[in-house]
């Protein structure tokens, strides 16, 4: 069963950087097949919401309020995604999640799902004024 682990999280005053990582476990084939992974943000009393997005072609895309800022990145030989963060800002304290799109096969006529179908349990940012 595919499994992802956030690490990195913690608490940092505004201005500061903090890099996540997220490494798949339990087979997973999302980052050697190059699937879509990504990075959600869910803040206290709001919904989770997109902050970042590498796609199979390795395009990526980020949300408005964290361009500039964040960098994500993936390491397929070590199956870590990184979410690399600087400027960190109050707003950004929430809880961070990683994601993967599944991994169907290379014989596939589609071999990545199209949404994200794993996903990690989160690790906590607390970024203080």
């Known amino acids: 069963q595919v499994q992802l682990v956030e690490s990195g999280g913690g608490s940092v005053q505004a201005g500061g950087s903090l890099k996540l990582s997220c490494v798949g476990s339990?087979?997973?084939?999302?980052?050697?097949?190059?699937?879509?992974m990504g990075w959600y943000r869910q803040a206290p009393g709001k919904e989770r919401e997109p902050v970042a997005m590498?796609?199979?072609?390795?395009?990526?895309n980020y949300a408005p309020s964290v361009k500039g800022r964040f960098t994500i990145s993936r390491d397929n030989a070590k199956n870590t995604l990184y979410l690399q963060m600087s400027g960190l800002q109050v707003e950004d304290t929430a809880v961070y999640y990683c994601?993967?799109?599944?991994?169907?096969?290379?014989?596939?006529?589609?071999?990545?799902?199209?949404?994200?179908?794993?996903w990690g349990q989160g690790t906590q940012v607390t970024v203080s004024s």
């Open positions: 339990g087979g997973s084939k999302e980052f050697s097949s190059g699937c879509g």
């Open positions: 994601a993967a799109a599944r991994f169907f096969g290379s014989t596939a006529p589609r071999p990545c799902s199209a949404d994200f179908r794993y």
């Open positions: 590498i796609s199979s072609d390795d395009t990526k």
